[in-house]
């Protein structure tokens, strides 16, 4: 019931050229691993279609949300408001795209850091953010993408760590819940 022609053509008017095909990269792949997975398509379709959808508003534009949402900003995040593109980017989706599927806007708020315990829907937008064509430039990428066809817990994992690894050698500050996520993952796998 959601016209996903309407959402993509809005998007590219939202949206920069090189991240509007990312999105359509995020699409496809999650798409893919929905089926693999046994989850259901077209919700992995509409998160995948929306998980980058306020990435390219501006800082203002993304304050102004987050005052009106009553969204709380940790001093990190408002020194790095792209950090939160993905909690503004759920809102956006639930009030201007009108999603009420909370495992959607779950897995679009959390597509950044991922968290403990996450939904199978929540692992498929994490994992095709990162593996999707159009990424060439991460370590492991190969590796990655033949794990997620198979085990999205262990592909999951495998990104988490890369992630921590690129984060700790360029000196960035790490999100508490990209550690939590690290933690949770390690213990039930290992
Ligand atoms: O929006 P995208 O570029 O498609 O992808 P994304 O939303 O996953 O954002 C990717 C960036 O986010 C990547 O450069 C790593 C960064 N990131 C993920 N977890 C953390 C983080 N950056 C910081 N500073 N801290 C984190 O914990
Ligand atoms: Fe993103
Ligand atoms: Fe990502
Ligand atoms: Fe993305």
Known sequence: ??????????????????????????????????????????????????????????????????????????????NNLDLIHAKIGSVVAKYIYEVKDTDILNAITYHTTGKPNMTSLEKIIYISDYIEPGRDKAPNLKEIREVANKDLDKALFMILSDTIDYLRASNNYIVPLTMDAYEYYNNILY
């Open 1 to 78: 019931n959601y016209d996903f022609t309407a959402i993509r053509n809005e998007l590219q008017k939202q949206l920069h050229k090189n991240r509007y095909d990312h999105t359509l990269g995020v699409e496809k792949t999650a798409v893919l691993l929905a089926k693999l997975h046994n989850v259901d398509i077209n919700k992995a379709r509409l998160a995948a279609l929306l998980h980058d959808c306020a990435k390219n508003l501006s800082d203002n534009k993304k304050i102004e949300i987050c005052k009106k949402y009553n969204i709380e900003l940790s001093c990190e995040e408002l």
